[in-house]
């Protein structure tokens, strides 16, 4: 059976916020998330996978009354056991409560000051943002900061990857946005593939000349951008039909919504079953959508079908769903092949 090495876990889809690219149908209370009993079931049942990851998201998790408990339970379970939150409600106390549990803490940053950051995420955000990453900092939790890339902040990468060397860190990520949700609705348009290929190349080498390690989840990216990748996946690609990287869906990996609804990913609604009707193994083992996930690669259309490192990346699936439609089409977000 396949490892589950990573698991993506929105434990509330509640929140502070309302962001202008949000993916979320964000909602201002807590409605079906699971209860503290269900959330320690759940983790018991991840820990069963010997799973190396478990990344909590939302909405902001930080709203979700079971959170404390939940890292609690949870702290040492994981190798990672990470938070991503956009930084409102971290106070020294809140900062010193998360230095007991989890191992890294990811802070969203959508631009290098408060003009580009409150525009998108209100007024007074990168303010408190910035005092949170201080307060973690200070607590001595590890902290990593996301951008979301679009056509709003796509000039300001090297500010915004000086804003992370001066802040002490030493790397940046950067994503693309995905244009669902919030961001569908408000226009919020990504970058072409060229403008792409130009903001994280500039990205990447800014960040090797100062001392800040750039990532973007993209595999062609760092296909394009890193050797070692690269030669990696000349190596996969000779093995001929086995997936070794790229979008990890069903293969190690899987999504969580906050009713125990399990998901290919945030961007990709295919539902593959309910952890309040059945157990955790018996959906990764049986779910026919999960089948589907792992005969991907076999099936994809346009370039990405065509392409040399198909068995090592396979482009995102969500992308090419939300541009097209169709979950097994190009990723017109790339630029190679
Ligand atoms: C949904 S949020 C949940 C955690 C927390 N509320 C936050 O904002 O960091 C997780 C990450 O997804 C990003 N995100 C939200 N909508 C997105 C979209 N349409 N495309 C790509 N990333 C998105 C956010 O910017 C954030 O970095
Ligand atoms: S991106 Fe995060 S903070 Fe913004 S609305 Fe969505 S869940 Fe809330
Ligand atoms: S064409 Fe598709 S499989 Fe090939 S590198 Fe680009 S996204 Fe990946």
Redesign the pocket.
């Known amino acids: 059976m396949n490892r589950l090495d990573y698991v993506q876990w929105?434990i509330t889809s509640a929140?502070n916020?309302n962001?202008l690219?949000?993916?979320?149908k964000i909602i201002k209370n807590i409605k079906d998330d699971l209860t503290l009993q269900e959330c320690k079931n759940l983790i018991d049942q991840i820990v069963d996978f010997n799973t190396h990851t478990l990344s909590i998201?939302?909405?902001?998790?930080l709203l979700s009354p079971v959170i404390e408990d939940v890292l609690m339970y949870a702290a040492g379970k994981f190798r990672r056991l990470v938070?991503?939150?956009?930084?409102t409600m971290i106070d020294k106390e809140k900062a010193l409560m998360l230095s007991d549990y989890v191992t890294n803490v990811?802070?969203?940053i959508?631009g290098p000051n408060a003009k580009i950051h409150d525009y998108?995420?209100g007024e007074g955000v990168f303010i408190k943002a910035m005092k949170a990453i201080e307060n973690l900092q200070t607590a001595g939790v590890k902290v990593d900061i996301?951008?979301?890339?679009?056509q709003l902040n796509k000039n300001l990468v090297i500010e915004y990857i000086d804003l992370a060397k001066s802040l002490g860190l030493s790397g940046a990520y950067l994503?693309?946005?995905?244009?669902?949700?919030?961001?569908?609705k408000n226009g919020?348009d990504e970058l072409t593939s060229l403008e792409l290929k130009e903001c994280l190349g500039k990205a990447i080498n800014y960040g090797r000349k100062i001392g800040i390690h750039v990532a973007s989840a993209d595999y062609f990216c760092q296909i394009e951008f890193n050797e070692k990748a690269r030669k990696k996946a000349e190596r996969i690609q000779k093995l001929n039909g086995e997936v070794i990287g790229g979008c990890a869906v069903g293969i190690n990996s899987f999504y969580i919504m906050q009713n125990g609804v399990i998901a290919y990913c945030?961007?990709l609604p295919v539902f593959c079953g309910d952890l309040r009707k059945q157990s955790l193994k018996e959906i990764w083992e049986n779910s026919e959508m999960f089948k589907i996930a792992r005969s991907i690669r076999f099936n994809l259309k346009g370039k990405c079908a065509k392409c040399r490192y198909k068995f090592a990346c396979g482009g995102c699936r969500a992308y090419a769903y939300v541009k097209t439609g169709d979950i097994l089409a190009e990723d017109s977000g790339c630029w190679l092949y």
Do not use: V
């Not at 690219?21 to 979320?24: M, T």
């Not at 994503?175 to 569908?184: C, F, L, S």
């Open positions: 929105d929140c916020l962001c690219h949000c993916r979320e998201a939302g909405g902001e998790p938070i991503s939150s956009n930084g990811q802070i969203s959508d998108i995420r996301r951008l979301t890339l679009c994503r693309r946005i995905i244009p669902t949700g919030n961001a569908k919020l945030p961007y």
